[in-house]
């Protein structure tokens, strides 16, 4: 199947002063550097660290992740990610494909349906950013 695939506040806050914390929230909130969906793992370990809460390489490290083998991990990725944005769409196929490579049957349903219906309102604001392609795999 295809997929789409505050503790540290202190020490940051201390590492790097009040101005640079500002820079690095700014840059985190526009994605600058965010390394592409073919990054390796460093890169988006490195990326996280410095923007904790960037969904999408959250995602993106999740679905590397996955396709390792190392679910367990790759799912708590997915949560942070739908914890980051809650409006996500990507990580619930990424969430529903672990769960069901773990054979959580129940939850698969969920995760698989709340990807659907949040399809569904990406395509009415009209920025699918790709991710139109996975609605019949998931849907079947």
């Not at 020490?11 to 390796?40: K, V, Y």
């Not at 809460?53 to 942070?80: I, M, P, S, T």
């Amino acid at each position: 199947m295809k997929r789409l695939g505050s503790v540290l506040a202190l020490p940051l806050l201390l590492a790097f002063g009040w101005s640079e914390l500002a820079f690095a929230d700014d840059r985190c909130s526009r994605g600058e550097g965010l390394p592409s969906a073919s990054a390796s793992e460093n890169e988006l370990r490195r990326f996280i660290e410095m923007c904790p809460e960037h969904a999408a390489a959250l995602n993106n490290l999740a679905v590397l992740l996955e396709n390792k083998g190392r679910l367990e991990e790759a799912k708590r990725l997915y949560h942070r990610a739908v914890a980051a944005n809650p409006s996500a769409v990507a990580p619930y196929a990424g969430l529903g494909d672990v769960l069901h490579a773990q054979g959580q049957l129940q939850e698969i349903a969920s995760a698989y349906k709340t990807f659907l219906v949040r399809l569904e309102a990406v395509k009415r604001v009209g920025s699918s950013n790709g991710i139109l392609q996975y609605e019949d795999v998931y849907r079947d």
